[in-house]
Each structure stands twice: as C-alpha cells, then as structure tokens.
C-alpha cells in the first residue's frame, strides 16, 4: 500500500510537468522517437521503406490499370501466345533482388545495433596550456577496439561550453587498432578545460539529424558509452516486475491503472508504478518471464523484445528527452494479455537518484546518493563499500 501511494503521488506530480508520448486518435505516424537509435528506426521505415512500397504500389496499380484497358476482349480479340520472354524474367527477378537488397542492409545494420549493448567509455584530462598529448586505453577485446576515426571523439570542455574536434584537424591520432592510442591535439589544451576522450565501436547518429542528411548517411556520429545501469524486466500473468540490481536490487510489480484511478487518455496506459530510468545515460535491459512469453515493447525507444521464462534475452536504449513513454506487452499472453502496460519516465540525474533513495528507503536500505547531489564516481565508490 505504501508503495502504491508513492507511486500515485509521484504520478499526480509528474503528471503536471511531464509530456507524453501517447498514441493520438486517428494518428498514422509512429509515436514520437524518445532515442536516436528510434530516430534511426523511424527513418528506415519513413524514409526507405514507405517511399519504396508507395512506388511499387502504385507501378503495379498502374500495370493493372494498362492491362484491363489495353487487353480486354473488346479492346485486343486477338491475344498473342507466346509463352515465355527471357529479358523480362530476368528484370523481374533481378529487380526484386536489388529492392531487398536495399532494404536488408540497412536493416542489418539496425537489428546489429539494438542487440549489440554498446561498451563505450570516456576519459577526461585535465588541459595545463601545454599538454597536447593525450592517451586513450584502447583495452576493449580485439573485435571492439577503436581502429577508425568514428571510433573516437575528441571533445573539449571549457567549463562553460563544449566543443567536439575534429580528426586532423584540430588533432592527430597514433595507434589505431593498438592498446594505446595517443591523440596529440593540434595546439595545446587551455589550463583547465577538459580533455574528453570517448572511444567504442558502438556509434549513433546526433538526435535531430534531418532527413535529408540521412539519405547520404551524413549525420554527425556519436560513440555510445557503455551501460550506467541494469534494468531486469520479469513478465507475469499479467503485470511487470522490475528490479534495479545496481541500486540495491530493490524490485517492484507495475500493475495497470484501473479506468476511475486515472484519466480517459491515458486509462490502459498507465501504471501505478512506473520505471524510472535517468536521461542520456545507456540503459542495459534483461527481460526474462515467470510463466508464459511476453513482450517488452516501448515504440519510443524502438525496443520490442521477448520476455521467455528460463532465458534471458537483453538490449539497451539511450533515452534522449525527458517525459514519459507508454508502451505494452506485445506477445499474446492469456486473457488479460492487453491489460499489461509500460510505462517509462525519464527523469534527470537528480530526481534519477532521489527516486532511488526513495525506493531504497522502501526495503529499510540506507540512501545511496544522500542529497541528491552526489555525482556518478561518489555512487560507485558508495556502491562498492556496500
Ligand atoms: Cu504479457
């Protein structure tokens, strides 16, 4: 009961600041893209799939119409009748081939992405005006070490702003595919900025990247750092369980709200207790089940993944803005099987972390962050005196 007050209160509060990314009547358009690799995954389908299947389409519509004109009995009492033409069955099987082939790559390249949990890290030095030097521990296993320039980005930070270099440039990179790379800037660091070096084979493009751009794949690329947190998700008959390992494994149900706890737009879409995971940061997630397979799925984030009782299957999303995203399980999975929403909020850091004090408190745990304000290094050291 406790929780579910805390969960309701959290709710009618962050109902009066928070957008939704719901699902409009009569809408046709996918659900407003809450990460980049979403954004990807809605360019594949509006930008590639979309315009080929309205050509297709309408080219066979348009053979249609020329054959019930042109060839009718009336309009051809004739018919000619031959039996076969080569160029003609080489065209029509060739041409389908190039289409998939268009479609499968960049398809690829996706499904690579949404399975691949990134494994980027950063280090920062700190600029003394003369330093130009910089090394980064290229020490991923062979198949993920950074060999090419969009494995690497060099971005310096003046406290105030932050400024992304550029390879030859603004800098000089020695030891591509080796244990250390040396990146020797150009000029030397301002005393006092930031040197950030952040290096993975795990690469999306900037969010707001235009169309147009990504026609000729000439978005601006970002390396994906690895994972700051776990999410395990555990399908029942029919509600979710969600547990935070990294937190002090605190673990909780979310159940639907019933239609007089909430309101007309969002009934079968909210929850009493949602997941809150913090923006821009990597979210690993596990899904498993208890009984039969369900389906985590949050079209926001573009993740639709089996939850199989006995197995464990994982993928990742990188919220990108602030808000709540609704999703629902989506494998059949007995009587109550459209009664199993998703609901997802990305908060800040801050509120990340005193939500997490909060639910700690919950199990009689001790806070993990205090104020509110303590920052990523102290929480690890927090969590290893642990
Ligand atoms: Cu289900």
Redesign the pocket.
Known sequence: MKRLLSGLSGFIMLAATNAYALPEDKGISMLPAGSALAEEVHFFHNGILMPIMTVISLFVLALLLWVIVRYNAKANPEPRKFSHNTLIEIIWTGVPIIILLIIALPSFELLFKEDVVPDGKQVVARGDGQTVDFVFPNDFVESRMVRRADHLQVILDDGVEQTTLKNRRDFRVQGWGERDLVVSLNEPAPAGASVILRGGRSTQNVTDCPMSKRYIDACEKEVVLAPTMTLKVN?Y??NWQYSYPDFGDFDFFSNMLTEDQTTPELYRFEVDNRVVVPVGETIRVTTTAND?I??WALPSFAIKID?VPGRINETWFRPEREGVYYGQ?S?I??VK?SF?PIAVEVVSRPEFEAWVDEQRELIGLEPMFGDGNTTLAQADTAAAAE
Request: net charge negative; hydrophobic share 40%; with cysteine.
């Open positions: 399908g008959q029919w039969v369900h389906a939850a399980c494998e999975c007995g099987h199993m």
